[in-house]
Nanobody
């Protein structure tokens, strides 16, 4: 059973940076498509970024394009989300998700099989 554990969240001032990490258990991480989602207070969970199994293709929500970067290190079973120029509206719980089959990136919640518990990111103004 794949397990995902997020880390790297915290409190940061507007304009600052954070890097989230998601460590996966299991020997087949390199075959998983991965995604980062977030849920802001009072809002639905939404896609932030996604990456294919190889890291060759990525997707970003318009709200984070140019500020966030998703990457993966298959040797370390880890996917990252580098967040720069953070804004108060980026405040949310950030979740890592894995899809254990498929060669594309995926942007819908119901396309993912496994979820982490989330890490809180708070951006102060």
């Amino acid at each position: 059973q794949v397990q995902l554990v997020e880390s790297g969240g915290g409190l940061v001032q507007a304009g600052g940076s954070l890097r989230l990490s998601c460590a996966a258990s299991g020997r087949t991480f390199s075959s998983y498509a991965m995604g980062w989602f977030r849920r802001a207070p009072g809002k639905e969970r939404e896609i932030v970024a996604a990456i294919t199994w190889s890291g060759g293709s990525t997707y970003y929500a318009d709200s984070v394009k140019g500020r966030f970067a998703i990457s993966r290190d298959n040797a370390k079973n880890t996917v990252y989300l580098q967040m720069n120029s953070l804004k108060p509206e980026d405040t949310a719980v950030y979740y890592c998700a894995a899809r254990t089959s498929g060669r594309l990136y995926y942007t819908e919640i119901n396309q993912y099989d496994v979820w982490g518990r989330g890490t809180q990111v708070t951006v102060s103004s």
